[in-house]
């Protein structure tokens, strides 16, 4: 049994994450929904592919303003917050929970409960605290997040009017497995993608106090301040998000095409991936390269990092406001 104050402490990351993760998922969603569309597009994504090889201009989506004028005329604006229910109840859960975990591993390595005190953890730690806390988010989450995906991807008309009806016929063609398609290559790719996220924004965090403290000792002050500002603390979150999402990309576009295998979606949107396309994430991972080539593996990584940059900074700095206001309350 941990003591009360753990426990307080344990309260206090899980709110905090919850609500930053809450925040930045709303404000980012429509900018995901249009990641997600170029994700699960098996044609061309841009129009100069399409001229490039020669191919009909029958893409659906070939470009962020083409897309998003495109989504706005057929759905209205509701469209681009389209599985922002089962995404919040995905990435609520998963922030509080990573920011738990990843509070009690960073504890343990550095032996103080102390959040000053686990900013001097060398590097090395800070991504695998990272890694870790973000592989139990996903595990704990990852239902969620595909019925996010398939509600964000199908288009018009619906397929599923709502999540609970995209639930009940996942499990009943797929069963409780089906839940869970994609898990494989999320986990390989939430290793790097958690690690590079807190660990460089961990550095960028050092550095960045390294940085005030330069500037205070030549300003001819006395004593000292390193404290970040809410802005510097926005582009370290910013760096953080740019670097994780450019590496692990790739693996995003897997995942998502195993999530939406089977769907039936209207002919206006491409072909669709059938039911067992893909026989694992190695066999995906050939079969893309094959058909689509390397620009297939970077679909959608304009929108995915103009929304995850700003999220992973909306993220942090709302996380380290609410973990102050909670802790001023509560303690």
Known sequence: ??????????????????????????????????????????????SWALVRKNLPLQSKYTGMLQATKDIFREEGLPGFWRGNVPALLMVMPYTAIQFTVLHKLKTFASGSSKTEDHINL???LS??????????ATVGSYPFDLLRTVLASQGEPKVYPTMRSAFVDIVRTRGIRGLYAGLSPTLVEIVPYAGLQFGTYDTFKRWTKALNRLRFSKSGSTGSDDSLTS??????????????????????????????????????YGARVEHRAYRNMFDALERILKS????????????????????????????????????????
Request: proline share 6%; charged share 20%; hydrophobic share 40%.
């Open 127 to 136: 991504y695998i605290s990272g890694s870790l806390a973000g592989c139990a």
């Open 122 to 124: 060398s590097p090395y």
């Open 292 to 331: 689509e080539g390397w620009a297939g593996f970077y679909k959608g990584i304009v929108p995915s990092i103009v929304k995850s940059a700003p999220a992973s900074a909306v993220t942090f700095v709302a996380y380290e406001y609410t973990f102050d206001l909670l802790e001023s309350i509560w303690t």
């Open 1 to 46: 049994m941990e003591e009360p104050g753990q426990l307080k402490r344990a309260l206090i990351d899980a709110s905090a994450g919850a609500i930053a993760g809450g925040i930045s998922r709303t404000v980012t969603s429509p900018l995901d929904v249009i990641k997600i569309r170029f994700q699960v597009q098996l044609e061309p994504t841009s």
């Open 231 to 268: 802005f510097q603390i926005f582009l370290c979150g910013l760096g953080a998000g740019i670097s994780a999402k450019l590496v692990c990309h790739p693996l995003d576009v897997v995942k998502k095409r195993f999530q939406i295998e089977g769907l039936q979606r209207h002919p206006r």
